[in-house]
Each structure stands twice: as structure tokens, then as C-alpha cells.
DNA sequence: ATGTCGTTTGTAAAACGA
């Protein structure tokens, strides 16, 4: 089981990046953000040339999530927009996916947490707003005692290693609050899955399109994959693909992928 | 360097968000 997180940074524009990516990695579940596009401008058919499905969660201009599901695999969409937060912003998917040989279904979530723009500003009082609204959803849900995956564009770099070394730990996307909101997910059980193996000094999911940020390597870890407990025995890998990020009028945003065992295999 | 993108709107430059 491949899952993966890619914010696409409008899906008109990236498709053909998209599909390129698709066709090479075949993840089984592929969860975008920053899709631009109202959801009767989704490029279905496109993708269902691919061999996936879609649930889709669309917005004229900004935000906009969805879910791919490689054909063949069993799912249903299980909600669209953060349950019990009225958000007119298109910010979450979830959708629940039958593994073959399991008895729970997998809980998977698309998210693009809001940017916060600047500490202490309304969009960061919102941002704050919304995890919390986020991280009572899973508690009040249980969600972290199934097997459960949330990811997406989180817009937080969670410790003083996924900045560049320049990155004021004190201004938005680094702060104690919003350090404090991430820690709170983790607080429900969930776990970092990208910190459980060895990585690379200097590991970033995101880079400024400004200064040649990605050249120089400035970037931050903001894009990541939390899992819940059940599903520690099944990791195996955990990577961020930077090549799409080199290619021809990228995404700011390279995929972040995350290898699970089989189910089968799990029992020790 | 206020340095780049993507989208929208008073369809052309500017505003907005990231």
C-alpha cells in the first residue's frame, strides 16, 4: 500500500506534472491540495484514463482537496469539509478505503490547513481555529484508534529541523502556536510517519518559487503524513520526492510518500 | 530586491493569496 500527498498548486496548470508523477510512482491513494478548481472543472476524466478515482472537494480560485483512489480498490467518501467547522473554504476530504485481507478500513484524509499569512493576523487566528476544530474531530471521532492517515499541506514546520537554518522560528509557518496545534495532533497518538526513519539533513517539502529557493535549498518540511498507532507495525518507508519539483514550471510542493506493508504481512 | 507563481477582474495591469 503507497500513500502520498502533493500539493499541486492548481490542477489546471499541473496536470500534465500530475499524470507524469501518477504513471511513475502508482500510489494506491494520492491526496492534492491547492487545486484551484471548482469541482465541475476537476479533470476526472483525465485522471480515470489513469486508472484512478476521485473524491473531490472544489473551490473557484482558492483551496480545493481532493482524494485519488488507484482503480480497484474499494472506497467511499466519508466527508467533504472539516465536520462540525462551517468553513466556506475547501479544505478537507476524508474517504475510507477497503485493503484487501483487512477487517478495518483504512481513514484517509486529505488536508490543506490554512496558511495564517502572518502571526497574529485574522487568517492566523483562523488557521489556529480550524486545527483545533481538526484535532477535536479525531478525538471526538476516535479516529486515531483506527487505522487512520491524515496528510496534506499542514503549513507548519513542526520542529526547528524542517526549516532552512534562515527561517525565523518565531514567524508563521514556525511558531509556538502553531508548533503547539501540530504537537496537539500528535498529543491524540498520532505519529510523524517521515520521522521514523533516517532522513537526510535538510529535508524539505517546500521551497519559495522566489530566489531561487529551490536551488539553494531553502526550504521547509510543511507537507507531512500522520498515522495512528495501528499502523506503526506497517510502515516501511517514508520519502519526499523532490524530482517533480525540477521539472518545467513547477509546484512549490514536492510529494511526500509513505510505503505500509501489506495487512497480511502484519501479523508477528 | 517589493525578487515568483496562479487566479481574478472594469480584458490590462493590478490585487490577492501563498
Keep these: 500500500m503507497k500513500l502520498a500527498t502533493w500539493n499541486v498548486n492548481s ?72 465536520p462540525g467547522f462551517a468553513d466556506e473554504q475547501a479544505r478537507l476530504v476524508v474517504a475510507e478505503v477497503e485493503e484487501p485481507a483487512s477487517e478495518a478500513p483504512l481513514v484517509v484524509v486529505s488536508a490543506y490547513f490554512p496558511n495564517g499569512q502572518a502571526v497574529s493576523s485574522d487568517k492566523f487566528v483562523y488557521k489556529l481555529a480550524w486545527i483545533d476544530a481538526l484535532a477535536s474531530w479525531i478525538e471526538r471521532e476516535r479516529l486515531a484508534e483506527r487505522p487512520f492517515v491524515l496528510m496534506g499541506d499542514f503549513n507548519i514546520a513542526p520542529a526547528p529541523d524542517d526549516t532552512h537554518p534562515d527561517w525565523p522560528q518565531d514567524g508563521i509557518l ?26 537526510p539533513p535538510q529535508s524539505y517539502s517546500w521551497w519559495d518559487y522566489r530566489q531561487g529557493a529551490f536551488r539553494r535549498n531553502l526550504g521547509l518540511r510543511i507537507d507531512h503524513i500522520l498515522v495512528s498507532p495501528a499502523l506503526l507495525p506497517r510502515l516501511r518507508a517514508c520519502t519526499i520526492d523532490v524530482e ?25
Aim: charged fraction near 25%.
Design 174 to 199: 514556525a511558531s509556538p502556536p502553531e508548533r503547539a496545534a501540530f504537537a496537539r495532533l500528535l498529543s491524540l497518538g498520532l505519529v510523524d510517519a517521515f520521522r521514523r526513519f533516517p532522513q
Design 244 to 268: 517533480p519539483r525540477r521539472w518545467e514550471r513547477p509546484s512549490d510542493h514536492a510529494p511526500v510518500v509513505l510505503e505500509l506493508a501489506p495487512t497480511a504481512e502484519t501479523s508477528t
Design 11 to 82: 490542477i489546471a496548470v499541473r496536470l500534465p506534472h500530475l499524470q507524469r508523477w501518477l504513471v511513475d510512482a502508482r500510489p494506491d491513494v494520492l491526496a492534492l491540495q491547492e487545486l484551484k478548481c471548482p469541482v465541475e472543472k476537476f479533470p476526472a476524466q483525465a485522471i480515470a484514463e489513469l486508472g484512478y478515482e476521485a473524491a473531490v472537494h472544489g473551490q473557484k480560485t482558492y483551496n480545493g482537496v481532493a482524494l485519488l483512489v488507484r482503480e480497484g480498490l474499494p472506497w467511499r467518501e466519508a466527508a467533504r469539509g472539516l
